[in-house]
């Protein structure tokens, strides 16, 4: 009864792989298309690229944007200015006669 169980089990385990679809081995060539499949393929490319068409544009994304805040990006975004440091001898000696 056990062997029978065990036979049951493995049966019932090798039927979803016998469902899948048929794979092509080694020099086996795929089926032809018929005329109705390949109109429906063409409907379904003129579709999606109608899809595509009509997505809006997107503007950039700052995946860091909230981790910085608001200011931080906005002061960023500004070129930053180099700092001149004046030499204290420049302060000092004026030439006014």
């Given at each position: 009864?056990?062997k029978?169980?065990?036979?049951?089990?493995?049966?019932?385990?090798?039927?979803?792989?016998?469902?899948q679809?048929h794979?092509?081995g080694?020099?086996?060539?795929?089926?032809?298309k018929t005329?109705?499949?390949?109109?429906?393929?063409?409907?379904?490319?003129?579709?999606?690229?109608?899809?595509?068409?009509n997505?809006?544009?997107?503007?950039?994304?700052?995946?860091?944007?909230?981790?910085?805040?608001?200011?931080?990006?906005?002061k960023?975004?500004?070129?930053?200015?180099?700092?001149?440091?004046?030499?204290?001898?420049?302060?000092?000696?004026?030439?006014?006669n």
């Amino acid at each position: 009864m056990h062997k029978i169980a065990v036979a049951v089990l493995l049966a019932l385990m090798a039927a979803p792989a016998l469902a899948q679809e048929h794979v092509l081995g080694p020099g086996e060539e795929p089926k032809e298309k018929t005329a109705s499949q390949k109109a429906a393929d063409d409907r379904a490319e003129r579709a999606y690229q109608r899809s595509l068409n009509n997505v809006p544009e997107q503007k950039p994304v700052d995946p860091w944007g909230t981790a910085r805040g608001d200011d931080a990006s906005k002061k960023s975004a500004a070129p930053a200015k180099p700092v001149v440091k004046q030499s204290s001898k420049a302060k000092s000696g004026s030439t006014a006669n």
